[in-house]
């Protein structure tokens, strides 16, 4: 699922000034915008491909459950 301009903008925000995980699952999620395969990720940041594979699968599962909440939202929001 590509992301929007916003969506890239707030990542890469947040790959700047957060730490730890969070600042971590930016940046899985960035690189592989850019088209890195999942063990690219994990060689070039130092990860097992295993944790790559669980932070991009929750990011995917993430970023689908608020499309379809907006797309709900705005449903109702019109009858």
């Known amino acids: 699922m590509p ?3 916003n969506e890239r ?3 890469r925000r947040v790959a700047r000034q957060a730490v730890g995980r969070v600042s971590q699952r930016a ?3 960035l690189m592989r915008e850019q088209g890195m ?3 690219q ?3 070039t940041m130092g990860y097992r491909l295993r944790t790559v594979q669980r932070v991009l699968m929750m ?3 993430w970023r689908g459950c608020m499309t379809r909440r907006g797309r709900d939202a705005r449903r109702l929001s019109r009858t």
Do not use: E, K, N, P
Request: no cysteine.
């Open 27 to 29: 940046h899985f999620v």
């Open 9 to 11: 903008r707030a990542l």
């Open 37 to 39: 395969t999942q063990q």
């Open 3 to 5: 992301l929007h301009d």
């Open 41 to 43: 990720i994990a060689d």
């Open 59 to 61: 990011s995917t599962a």
